[in-house]
Structures are given as C-alpha cells and as structure tokens.
C-alpha cells in the first residue's frame, strides 16, 4: 500500500473509533450517580477526567477529517497530528494498570495512531 492508502484507512478508522467512543463515553456519564463523588470531594478529579477523555475522542475524530482531507497530499500538519495522535496513544500504554488485558488493548489501540503515522509520513517524503 502507498502512503496515501495507509492514511486513509487509518483516517476511516480513527473517525469510527473516535466517535463511538464520545457516544460510549458520553453514554456511561449520564448513567452514572455522582452523590458519592460529590460527598467525597473528587468532583473536580472527576470532571476534569470526563473533560480530557472528551478532548481526546473530538481530537481522533478531528485527525479523522484532517486525514480524509489531506491523505492525496504532502502535509506537515498531518504529519504533525498523526505524532500528537500517537504520542497519545503511546502515553495511554505506559500509564496502564498493570493487568496483562490492559497492556494487549493499549498494545491493539496504537495499530491505526502508527499507520495513520506511517501514512502521513510517507506521504511527505513522496510515496504516494
């Protein structure tokens, strides 16, 4: 596969993922009872996790559009997304829990980061 090819796929798949994900995310929120986090002080914590999560899965539905836009093209801005993109995705592996499942899901989660990468990079150097 060129360059292109990679980056479109991982740009289809990174929108899918990226939106099932808030919808996932946005759904186990509003079926949640907050009292006891509310009682125990960590309401902050808690919002500020349900803000990052949610910048998260807007940004890979962004990197998505970007890429679906831009995957024909020479671009240092999908190259510079598609490093933010999995340096995320990278970070998220090394601060799992320590359970075997968690590390093969972060493991599985960086396949289409490192071909949206790979795309975006080829794509710069030429090979379309």
């Known amino acids: 596969m060129k360059g292109s090819k990679y980056l479109l796929v991982a740009s289809i798949a990174e929108f899918i993922i990226g939106a099932a994900s808030l919808f996932m995310v946005w759904s186990l929120v509003g079926s949640g009872d907050f009292k006891a986090v509310v009682n125990e002080g960590l309401a902050g914590s808690a919002l500020l996790s349900i803000v990052v999560t949610y910048g998260y899965h807007i940004f890979e539905i962004f990197a998505g559009l970007i890429g679906l836009i831009r995957h024909n093209h020479r671009s ?21 829990p320590g359970a075997m499942i968690d590390y093969v899901i972060h493991v599985l989660t960086l396949i289409f980061p490192g071909l949206y990468l790979t795309g975006a990079y080829m794509n710069m150097k030429g090979n379309k």
């Not at 240092?76 to 799992?96: K, Q």
Request: glycine share 0%; no cysteine.
């Open 76 to 96: 240092i801005f999908t190259l510079i997304i598609a490093v933010i993109l999995f340096l995320i995705n990278l970070s998220e592996f090394y601060t799992a």
